[in-house]
């Protein structure tokens, strides 16, 4: 296996549960509702997905977990701030210091257990082509799964009327009620989803990437979800690019010092923080012209009129 | 929205701060501050290891509770202050950051006596505690030489702080008695703690030929590399032979245990007095976890090592010790280096073919 290819698997399994948690941020946001619980969801979906696959020795059990634990998680979210109307961005911080409390307690019966990671895939004659068959054909299902989710929630977002509706209510939630759409309704689903999507992201930590519970063992990977949507702009294409970047830069750097080349490591790993900071001022500087989907109702409180 | 957060604000700190409590009045108190969870499976855990072993041994006699996840600084002021104000004589304070905040309480606490690992501030009332794991790193470094078939060391660190350089330093002079060519790659990931990160950090090491991996961080997950890409791999903190049954050679397992219990006795004897201990494998404050997954020889070699360091006929930092410049660094301790040199150590020895980052 060549350096290059050896790379670029390694860039491909580290950004995975950064794509699956921001893509189902995205679809929250989209809608409307900021759920800074990203990382809350996940360590929840961390802990339950392991939970889930040790007691029954299978990795697709423990993904069913891990997102029901992410559904469960934003399930209270919802409730909080589309039920009772709640400030998002409190809800939101209080669900992820739940969260990381919550993950602990459970995992607190798996330290030093481990189990079988998810296997990789192996198709004949494909797997074995030179470079791009561990690339394109040999990685967890899970991989390439979260491509997948960003191509089906592109679809529905721009091609499908629900999608259309979604993003009318993330934009006015207003006009969008005055027309008879539901809007809490519609947010509960895309939190749901939202939650979903981090607790499969935060599952993958135990299940495919080091197979076993440790508390925190998400170490900030929820903030960063958060932050590549924003660097996405809210937009599904881009965010794959910004999850390939994120994960590339991560990977790279690391390399660059084993290799000795004088770079800072410090530097290198506040990159993508930076890289968004410099999208954020792009985007409000060229408003219109680079093209940001940014919701405009994005983390405002409804309250329908009765 | 106040009392949902308040609310939810309890909920999760009664979910991080877990505490354990037996009734009884006459029982010496102890607390313990920890950094992290319980459940790390390195630094923290191996300090719960410790108290356990006092439950064991005194039983009855001491009643136990432990606060976890204490964040460095002001907060972590609060807890130990707490501690200290809910009648517990005996307080240990297990994290570096934790050092001026165990001292102003302590101020306060005459009375009570204070453990802090890892600090160099004490006080009548404040005594400190901390291991050589130095002396464990240069056998690791030796066997390093000898099982490496590419003569390269991956050594994946945390913070370019003196104990990890003192630690890459000892591999070095350990790896160097059996190699003189011996090289290594050093990757800093800049956390103590995070098991994604690490497991990049041994990937990228492995991809780039290294076949033996090192790790100055916290989690497993360096190890479970190893085991899946068939190297082999030095544990940290704890005996991590679980996560890579084929892969590690041996661990470095910091064992508070038995000072933990000689601490609790002194204090329930009114014995207990400030202190500075600095202790290694001869006190077995380090303990070296089995040789494994080596041939007879060179586990034949690490047991020879272990013992000379131990009976104190092998010091690790032994003079002349060279730097990168070539030039001997002056001696202060006589035969060696002296403590203070060590707990500063800022550079790299000779051999180390990079730069401490930041310099």
Redesign the interface.
Same mark, same amino acid.
């Given at each position: +296996?060549g350096?290059l290819e050896?790379?670029i698997l390694?860039v491909l399994a $580290?950004s995975t549960?950064l794509l699956l948690a921001a893509a189902g941020e995205l679809v929250t946001e989209r809608a409307g509702v900021l759920n800074l619980g990203v990382e809350g969801m996940m360590i929840m979906g961390a802990a339950c997905g392991f939970a889930g696959a040790y007691f029954t020795g299978s990795t697709i059990v423990g993904a069913v977990c891990g997102i029901l634990a992410g559904v469960g998680m934003s399930a209270v979210f919802a409730w909080?701030t589309l039920g009772?109307a &709640?400030?998002q961005v @409190?809800?939101g911080l209080?669900?992820t210091?739940?969260g &990381?409390? +919550?993950s602990?307690?459970i995992? @607190?019966g798996? &330290?030093?257990e481990?189990i079988t @990671?998810v296997p990789q895939l192996w198709l004949p004659v494909l797997t074995d082509l030179p470079f791009v068959g561990r690339i394109l054909f040999g990685q967890n299902a899970l991989v390439y799964g979260s491509i997948a989710l960003v191509i089906g929630i592109w679809y529905f977002l721009y091609r499908t009327r629900a999608g259309l509706v979604l993003r009318a209510v993330g934009d006015n939630h207003a006009s969008a009620h005055a027309l008879g759409y539901p809007v809490l309704t519609i947010r509960t689903f895309a939190v749901l989803f939202g939650g979903a999507c981090a607790g499969l992201g935060g599952a993958y930590?135990p299940l495919a990437? %080091?197979?076993?519970f440790?508390?925190? +063992?998400t170490?900030?990977?929820g903030w960063i979800a958060l932050a590549l949507v924003v660097f996405a702009s809210w937009m599904p294409g881009r965010l794959v690019a910004g999850a390939y970047l994120f994960g590339a830069v991560?990977?790279l750097q690391?390399?660059a =010092?084993? $290799?000795?080349f004088?770079i800072?490591? =410090?530097l290198m %790993?506040a990159l993508p923080y930076l890289a968004t900071i410099l999208v954020l001022i792009v985007i409000s500087r060229t408003r219109g012209t680079i093209g940001s989907a940014a919701p405009a109702s994005l983390g405002l409180v409804f309250v329908p009129d009765r | 929205m106040r009392k949902i957060l308040i609310a939810a604000t309890t909920a999760a700190l009664t979910f991080a701060a877990g505490s354990l409590s037996a009734g009884a009045a006459e029982k010496l108190k102890i607390g313990l501050v920890y950094l992290g969870p319980v459940g790390d499976f390195g630094w923290t855990y191996q300090h719960e290891v410790g108290r356990r072993e006092m439950v064991k041994v005194l039983g009855d006699k001491i009643e136990t509770t432990y606060l976890e996840n204490v964040n460095e600084g002001p907060d972590s002021e609060r807890a130990i202050e707490q501690l200290a104000r809910t009648g517990h004589k005996l307080i240990f304070t297990t994290s570096f950051g934790y050092m001026d905040p165990t001292l102003k309480v302590a101020k306060k606490f005459p009375k009570t006596f204070f453990e802090h690992s890892t600090g160099f501030k004490r006080a009548e009332n404040v005594g400190t505690y901390s291991g050589r794991f130095y002396e464990g790193r240069y056998i690791q470094g030796q066997i390093a030489a000898k099982m490496s078939k590419k003569g390269v060391i991956g050594y994946i660190g945390s913070f370019p702080i003196p104990e990890v350089i003192s630690g890459i330093n000892a591999t070095m002079i350990g790896a160097q008695s059996i190699n003189p060519d011996i090289k290594v790659k050093i990757i800093w990931v800049n956390t103590w703690f995070d098991p994604g990160k690490e497991a990049d950090a041994a990937k990228a090491l492995v991809d780039q030929g290294v076949d033996i991996i090192m790790q100055h961080t916290d989690s497993p997950a360096a190890m479970q590399i190893a085991e899946s890409r068939g190297i082999y791999a030095f544990g940290q903190d704890s005996d991590m032979i679980k996560f890579g049954p084929k892969a590690q050679l041996t661990a470095i397992v910091n064992n508070w245990a038995p000072y933990y219990v000689q601490q609790a006795k002194l204090a329930m004897d009114g014995k207990w007095k400030s202190g500075d201990t600095w202790q290694g494998l001869k006190d077995k404050m380090v303990m070296m976890a089995p040789y494994t997954n080596m041939p007879d020889d060179v586990k034949k070699l690490a047991t020879e090592t272990e013992a000379a360091i131990t009976s104190g006929k092998l010091h690790v930092f032994k003079c002349p010790v060279v730097g990168q410049d070539g030039k001997p660094i002056e001696c202060k301790g006589g035969q060696n280096l002296d403590d203070g040199q060590i707990l500063s150590m800022n550079y790299y020895v000779k051999g180390v073919d990079d730069k401490v980052p930041g310099k």
């Amino acid at each position: +296996m060549g350096l290059l290819e050896a790379i670029i698997l390694a860039v491909l399994a $580290a950004s995975t549960p950064l794509l699956l948690a921001a893509a189902g941020e995205l679809v929250t946001e989209r809608a409307g509702v900021l759920n800074l619980g990203v990382e809350g969801m996940m360590i929840m979906g961390a802990a339950c997905g392991f939970a889930g696959a040790y007691f029954t020795g299978s990795t697709i059990v423990g993904a069913v977990c891990g997102i029901l634990a992410g559904v469960g998680m934003s399930a209270v979210f919802a409730w909080l701030t589309l039920g009772l109307a &709640v400030n998002q961005v @409190a809800a939101g911080l209080a669900l992820t210091i739940l969260g &990381v409390g +919550m993950s602990g307690l459970i995992g @607190a019966g798996f &330290v030093g257990e481990r189990i079988t @990671a998810v296997p990789q895939l192996w198709l004949p004659v494909l797997t074995d082509l030179p470079f791009v068959g561990r690339i394109l054909f040999g990685q967890n299902a899970l991989v390439y799964g979260s491509i997948a989710l960003v191509i089906g929630i592109w679809y529905f977002l721009y091609r499908t009327r629900a999608g259309l509706v979604l993003r009318a209510v993330g934009d006015n939630h207003a006009s969008a009620h005055a027309l008879g759409y539901p809007v809490l309704t519609i947010r509960t689903f895309a939190v749901l989803f939202g939650g979903a999507c981090a607790g499969l992201g935060g599952a993958y930590l135990p299940l495919a990437y %080091t197979p076993f519970f440790i508390s925190g +063992m998400t170490a900030g990977r929820g903030w960063i979800a958060l932050a590549l949507v924003v660097f996405a702009s809210w937009m599904p294409g881009r965010l794959v690019a910004g999850a390939y970047l994120f994960g590339a830069v991560t990977i790279l750097q690391l390399h660059a =010092q084993g $290799a000795g080349f004088g770079i800072p490591s =410090q530097l290198m %790993t506040a990159l993508p923080y930076l890289a968004t900071i410099l999208v954020l001022i792009v985007i409000s500087r060229t408003r219109g012209t680079i093209g940001s989907a940014a919701p405009a109702s994005l983390g405002l409180v409804f309250v329908p009129d009765r | 929205m106040r009392k949902i957060l308040i609310a939810a604000t309890t909920a999760a700190l009664t979910f991080a701060a877990g505490s354990l409590s037996a009734g009884a009045a006459e029982k010496l108190k102890i607390g313990l501050v920890y950094l992290g969870p319980v459940g790390d499976f390195g630094w923290t855990y191996q300090h719960e290891v410790g108290r356990r072993e006092m439950v064991k041994v005194l039983g009855d006699k001491i009643e136990t509770t432990y606060l976890e996840n204490v964040n460095e600084g002001p907060d972590s002021e609060r807890a130990i202050e707490q501690l200290a104000r809910t009648g517990h004589k005996l307080i240990f304070t297990t994290s570096f950051g934790y050092m001026d905040p165990t001292l102003k309480v302590a101020k306060k606490f005459p009375k009570t006596f204070f453990e802090h690992s890892t600090g160099f501030k004490r006080a009548e009332n404040v005594g400190t505690y901390s291991g050589r794991f130095y002396e464990g790193r240069y056998i690791q470094g030796q066997i390093a030489a000898k099982m490496s078939k590419k003569g390269v060391i991956g050594y994946i660190g945390s913070f370019p702080i003196p104990e990890v350089i003192s630690g890459i330093n000892a591999t070095m002079i350990g790896a160097q008695s059996i190699n003189p060519d011996i090289k290594v790659k050093i990757i800093w990931v800049n956390t103590w703690f995070d098991p994604g990160k690490e497991a990049d950090a041994a990937k990228a090491l492995v991809d780039q030929g290294v076949d033996i991996i090192m790790q100055h961080t916290d989690s497993p997950a360096a190890m479970q590399i190893a085991e899946s890409r068939g190297i082999y791999a030095f544990g940290q903190d704890s005996d991590m032979i679980k996560f890579g049954p084929k892969a590690q050679l041996t661990a470095i397992v910091n064992n508070w245990a038995p000072y933990y219990v000689q601490q609790a006795k002194l204090a329930m004897d009114g014995k207990w007095k400030s202190g500075d201990t600095w202790q290694g494998l001869k006190d077995k404050m380090v303990m070296m976890a089995p040789y494994t997954n080596m041939p007879d020889d060179v586990k034949k070699l690490a047991t020879e090592t272990e013992a000379a360091i131990t009976s104190g006929k092998l010091h690790v930092f032994k003079c002349p010790v060279v730097g990168q410049d070539g030039k001997p660094i002056e001696c202060k301790g006589g035969q060696n280096l002296d403590d203070g040199q060590i707990l500063s150590m800022n550079y790299y020895v000779k051999g180390v073919d990079d730069k401490v980052p930041g310099k």
